[in-house]
């Protein structure tokens, strides 16, 4: 029987699809209500569950992990998602995972997650982690710089569609669950609505023309949809200044302090937890975030439960940003006393989310001469710095993460479903049926 294909094209709307002919031949094109925070890793967890934040505990992309003392964004083990998921859901059902998160230790048959080498000398070199071992090396090598970063572009989408095409071909899997990266980029970088936006939905919709015409059920949806957002908030700033905040310094560098801090805050796209120690520092530091430019609503115990993001995971406030707004990590108060990873692609160093990531610091006439220099170290096998992101982040024009205002800016779903709104939690129910009619 022909098998289930459920491509998830981040970044996907209404107004894109409008620009990609191949993609809209799927079906017709249902809204898609996401969780809040309408950010990746939330809401592929809500489609893998049929559950809210509040349920299967994927607050963010990251969050402060009480009981280690450290905040970390980009975590990979699917433990941290607490309920079944759609992979164990169907006895026998043969699955393949495709770069979807919290892949490492999922109940997927077959998978691929980005997963660098972190060599003993302190060298990073693209990889990726496989279920089997044996897929890694039928696949050619994993393009991470182009996954994420400065170079991120177009052929990580390339190689996923690749990836996808052999293991539909290969390994015949029942349910294959794809993950398309593309519009992420430029829609961050430029903004949704200018040329970068037009020829990325282009892009996207020509490198999945070869799995589009498989033999298969395709089922299309996306997780958010990117806005127009050119206001940066530093919500650490604020609470260091508000004497909330702690660092401690080495090496002259200055790291936050989240043991002894009375209030900080981990910024995710257009929303942010503030942890906050004390009981009594509540009202304070709720005091400080909600009289911040860009701020337009500060969630207590209340305003959670009504978002579905009661979870222990969560910050005792979570600040939502307005729409042309969005949250740095950055608490530092002087750019030299900022630490050295604040100037890498460092995902998993960083307290909080980095879109300037996506940038060539554009301050620095010598920026690419010194990239090139890294890369060359890079590929004699020494050790490199590839320090080129740009601490001023004023060049981002689009982020995600709040409810969106207009369903023409949210996410799609695109399958043979009935109905022309259907919530995020539904897609795990919509999909078990899709397997029940096949069969699987």
Not at 42 to 58: C, K, Y
Not at 122 to 146: I, N
């Amino acid at each position: 029987m022909a098998p289930i294909v459920v491509i998830n094209v981040v970044g996907l709307t209404p107004r894109l699809l409008a620009l990609m002919p191949g993609v809209a031949k799927v079906g017709a094109a249902a809204a898609l209500r996401p969780v809040l925070p309408a950010v990746t890793c939330s809401m592929q967890a809500t489609l893998l569950t049929g559950a809210p934040p509040r349920e299967h505990g994927i607050v963010g992309n990251g969050w402060y992990f009480r009981d280690l003392g450290e905040i970390f964004l980009w975590r990979q083990h699917n433990a941290l998602i607490q309920g079944g998921q759609l992979w164990d859901s169907t006895p026998g059902l043969r699955t393949a995972n495709v770069c979807w998160w919290y892949a490492m230790g999922a109940a997927s048959d077959l998978l691929i997650t980005p997963r660098p080498i972190y060599h003993a000398d302190g060298r990073k070199s693209p990889d990726c982690y496989t279920r089997p071992p044996s897929l890694h090396d039928e696949l050619p090598p994993f393009p991470l710089f182009s996954y994420w970063g400065p170079g991120a572009g177009i052929a990580s989408t390339e190689w996923i569609v690749g990836a996808s095409v052999h293991i539909l071909h290969a390994h015949r899997p029942d349910l294959l669950m794809v993950y398309v990266p593309h519009l992420d980029y430029d829609l961050q970088r430029y903004g949704p609505d200018g040329p970068e936006a037009v020829a990325a939905a282009r892009a996207v919709d020509a490198a999945l023309a070869p799995l589009l015409a498989e033999d298969a059920t395709v089922v299309v949806l996306s997780e958010y949809g990117i806005t127009p957002a050119a206001r940066p908030v530093d919500i650490n700033r604020a609470l260091r200044s508000a004497g909330l905040l702690e660092v401690y310094t080495q090496a002259g560098m200055e790291y936050l302090d989240p043991w002894t801090s009375r209030a900080f805050a981990v910024a995710d796209h257009q929303l942010a937890h503030v942890y906050v120690r004390d009981p009594a520092d509540l009202p304070r530091a709720r005091s400080v975030v909600a009289e911040l430019p860009g701020v337009d609503e500060v969630l207590d115990g209340v305003g959670k439960a009504k978002y579905g993001l009661d979870h222990e995971r969560s910050g005792e406030l979570v600040a939502v940003a307005e729409p042309d707004a969005w949250f740095t990590y950055y608490y530092w108060l002087d750019d030299a006393r900022a630490p050295d990873f604040a100037r890498l692609v460092e995902i998993h160093r960083k307290p909080g989310y980095d879109p300037a990531e996506l940038f060539m610091d554009p301050a620095d006439p010598f920026v690419k001469v010194r990239a090139g220099l890294a890369l060359a170290r890079k590929k004699l096998g020494m050790r490199y710095t590839m320090s080129v992101v740009p601490l001023d982040p004023s060049p981002v024009r689009g982020s995600h993460g709040r409810l969106p205002d207009s369903a023409d800016d949210g996410p799609v779903l695109l399958g043979p479903f009935d109905g022309d709104l259907h919530e995020a939690t539904a897609v795990k129910g919509l999909l078990e049926g899709l397997i029940a009619r096949r069969g699987g």
